[in-house]
């Protein structure tokens, strides 16, 4: 939404805030807010299931949104933060898998 401008219309109403912190990280227009909170996990259900092949379960799904979450709130905590994004071929995430 940083990048494009018919979308940072819909996002410009977050960024009016001088210091960010996490309770403003859900601070936005209401088309915004209902893409958030609607049209992102529907699009990310619908990309796993159809485009890759991989129907998440509700808990799968509850665990993706909330690293989305816990990375949206962290980011906008107002600390400069070095960081990547998970590697599930990462060892300990092996031991962590369901049988």
């Not at 410009?12 to 227009?29: A, Q, W």
């Not at 529907?42 to 890759?52: C, E, I, N, Q, S």
């Amino acid at each position: 939404m940083h990048a494009n401008d018919s979308m940072w219309k819909f996002h410009r109403t977050h960024h009016l805030t001088k210091h960010p912190n996490p309770t403003l990280s859900m601070y936005g227009d209401e088309t915004q807010e209902l893409f958030d909170i609607a049209g992102i996990p529907l699009l990310a259900y619908v990309t796993m299931k159809y485009a890759f092949g991989f129907p998440m379960s509700f808990y799968e799904w509850w665990i993706a949104q909330f690293f989305v979450t816990f990375t949206e709130l962290f980011g906008h905590s107002g600390l400069r933060v070095y960081a990547t994004t998970p590697n599930p071929l990462n060892p300990l995430c092996i031991f962590l898998r369901p049988i």
